[in-house]
């Protein structure tokens, strides 16, 4: 069946970056796009990008140009990576299939000193 | 960039109820519309697709509609794991949920 899951870093101190890798199973990354989805605590859901079956991207605009999605079809494994991070990205960040029928149970990363 | 106002932000309601949620969308998105439910551990779960589709193994509770720009998501009898809460999402072009519902017992 379709799995996905997230592995972060945990803690980011300010300023640094974030690299989130999100591997999956029981589908292949040739075919098929993956989204990038975060969470503050206690509210909503915000979309951060995603990228296609072909290697394309697409990058939520208020953040696009601190963020950078890629892949490695050969390891089942989508990266994310979010620079100059301040204390608002703490969140739980989650990956999703493309059409948002399968979630990893999501990372939590904070960000503090 | 579309938003999407879904209301009400929470709602108290009894077992064996029936509720509905809505979502309005700012501009046309079609049919491109899908409710997701998140339990208090942060598991995510897909409920509708394309509006008015239910995902399998949702329960035929849960039913989508849509009235011109306005969208539901409709539980006909409420049972207690339906007591979490809920997102509308769009994607029709840069993806945007709504704020969420929260759905507490009364």
């Known amino acids: 069946q379709v799995q996905l899951k997230e592995s972060g870093p945990g803690l980011v101190a300010p300023s640094q970056s974030l690299s989130i890798t999100c591997t999956v199973s029981?589908?292949?990354?040739?075919?098929?796009?993956v989204n990038w989805v975060r969470q503050p605590p206690g509210k909503g859901l915000e979309w951060l990008g995603m990228?296609?079956?072909?290697?394309?991207?697409d990058y939520n605009s208020a953040l696009k140009s601190r963020l950078s999605i890629s892949k490695d079809n050969s390891k089942s494994q989508v990266f994310l990576k979010m620079n100059s991070l301040q204390t608002d990205d703490t969140a739980r960040y989650y990956c999703?299939?493309?059409?948002?029928?399968?979630w990893g149970q999501g990372t939590l990363v904070t960000v503090s000193a | 960039d579309i938003q999407m106002t879904q209301s009400p932000s929470s709602l108290s309601a009894s077992l064996g109820e029936r509720v509905s949620l809505t979502c309005r969308a700012s501009?046309?998105?079609?049919?491109?519309l899908n409710w997701l439910q998140q339990e208090p551990d942060g598991t995510i779960k897909r409920l509708i697709y394309?509006?008015?589709s239910l995902d399998s193994g949702v329960p035929k509770r849960f039913s989508g509609s849509r009235s011109g720009s306005d969208y539901s998501l409709t539980i006909s009898s409420l049972e207690s794991e339906d007591f979490v809460d809920y997102y509308c999402?769009?994607?029709?072009?840069?993806?945007?949920f709504g704020a969420g519902t929260k759905l507490e017992l009364k």
């Open positions: 029981g589908f292949s990354l040739t075919g098929y796009g």
């Open positions: 999402l769009q994607y029709a072009s840069s993806p945007t």
């Open positions: 501009q046309d998105i079609g049919s491109s």
């Open positions: 990228i296609w079956g072909d290697g394309s991207t």
């Open positions: 394309a509006t008015s």
């Open positions: 999703a299939t493309a059409y948002y029928k399968n």
